[in-house]
């Protein structure tokens, strides 16, 4: 049980660096609140495929590394209490 124990902080330990280096990458995305507000046209070419570019790319890592590190933060949570 001790081997899954640093193999698993070993995982985390790679996924919080990573997490970090990602959300470090991206731009801020300026058009939030006052974009809705002020009517910011989103039925543009950029718009539609903004999920193909490095950006897109970027920001589906980062919502995946996040549940894995949610997941693995509960399961050592677990796996340290047994």
């Known amino acids: 049980m001790e081997i899954v124990k640093y193999i698993m902080m070993a995982?985390?330990?790679v996924v919080c660096?990573?997490?970090i280096v990602l959300?470090?990458?991206q731009s801020k995305e300026d058009g939030g609140a006052s974009g809705t507000i002020v009517?910011?046209?989103?039925?543009n070419f950029y718009e539609k495929n903004k999920g193909k570019t490095t950006e897109g790319k970027m920001k589906r890592a980062t919502i995946i590394l996040m549940v894995v590190?949610?997941?693995l933060t509960?399961?050592?949570g677990i796996v340290y209490v047994v």
């Open 69 to 71: 590190f949610a997941l």
């Open 74 to 76: 509960i399961a050592l």
């Open 39 to 43: 009517g910011a046209s989103a039925n």
């Open 17 to 19: 660096v990573a997490l």
């Open 11 to 13: 995982i985390y330990a």
């Open 23 to 25: 959300v470090l990458k």
